[in-house]
């Protein structure tokens, strides 16, 4: 006798794809159910993933309030657990992943168009989420320091100065910033990475962890490169591409913990196509 499927929709499926992420086992570097930071627990990420519930409904609303509003107000939940920032970067991703979902047929198209129609107010309010936690960010492009996502809501004024929409803000932030790139082009790494998560099999967390090191593997990751330089973070790339299975990711992963190297980017990535991967009927 099959097993029902769970009749979630997608603020549900997002809220899920956070715990799943966490849950994955080894992920070189982060946070997962068998491995902690000294000042991060793998149970303040259940928080947080349950802490952002209120901005991913209100994402699930079409009525409700933009992804600016929706995105800030999840980071304000998520932020309510003793760890700080454990998620921000996934909700960037989910928030409109899950407006898509709400609105329609999820794919890469409506997702971009979704984050086209982005306002100067969803820019005021994805600023302000940045004085919920702090957020390893690089610099601001050049001669645009007012727009230092560091300033928080102070920058969220100089965009609106500015007439910037989110959109305006992410293309801005391409050079730098992977999380960026993935919004304005309609999430493409995020779908690919469902597709083979999807063709994977076995239990949905260890298909999150291959996932994740296949994505580590495919480039260098943006926040690596923010906190270690590009000469790190292609050392992970490339080390993380040569693991043939988790039984060596488990060495890398070893090895990062000792080095403090975190490659958060990735982190959001999976969970992003995680997300995606259940939309479209990833067992759980």
Not at 42 to 62: C, I, M, S
Not at 80 to 88: K, S, V, W
């Amino acid at each position: 006798m099959s097993t029902p499927r769970p009749d979630f929709g997608p603020a549900a499926h997002a809220e899920l794809a956070l715990l799943l992420e966490v849950a994955g086992t080894p992920k070189p570097g982060n946070v997962d159910r068998t491995h902690d930071f000294a000042d991060l627990r793998f149970e303040q990420f259940l928080a947080g993933a349950v802490g952002g519930r209120p901005g991913l409904d209100a994402a699930a609303d079409p009525d409700g309030p933009g992804v600016g509003r929706s995105f800030e107000r999840a980071v304000a939940g998520m932020s309510q657990q003793a760890g700080g920032n454990t998620q921000f970067g996934c909700l960037l991703l989910l928030i409109p992943l899950v407006r898509t979902a709400t609105t329609g047929m999820l794919s890469r198209d409506r997702v971009e168009r979704v984050v086209e129609s982005t306002t100067v107010d969803d820019a005021r309010a994805f600023f302000m989420a940045f004085d919920h936690v702090k957020v390893a960010v690089g610099d601001p492009p050049e001669g645009l320091d007012a727009l230092d996502a560091r300033r928080g809501a102070d920058a969220g004024e100089a965009a609106a100065a500015r007439g910037l929409t989110l959109f305006d803000v992410c293309l801005l932030s391409v050079p730098g910033d992977g999380n960026a790139a993935e919004l304005v082009r309609g999430c493409p790494r995020a779908f690919r990475a469902a597709d083979r998560m999807l063709a994977d099999d076995g239990p949905a967390p260890d298909r999150v962890a291959r996932t994740f090191l296949r994505l580590l593997g495919d480039r260098p990751d943006t926040l690596v490169r923010t906190e270690h330089g590009a000469t790190v973070a292609r050392e992970v790339r490339n080390r993380a591409a040569a693991c043939a299975d988790l039984d060596d990711a488990g060495r890398l992963a070893a090895d990062l913990r000792e080095r403090s190297v975190n490659p958060g980017t990735t982190a959001d990535l999976t969970a992003a196509a995680t997300f995606v991967a259940l939309e479209r009927g990833l067992p759980v």
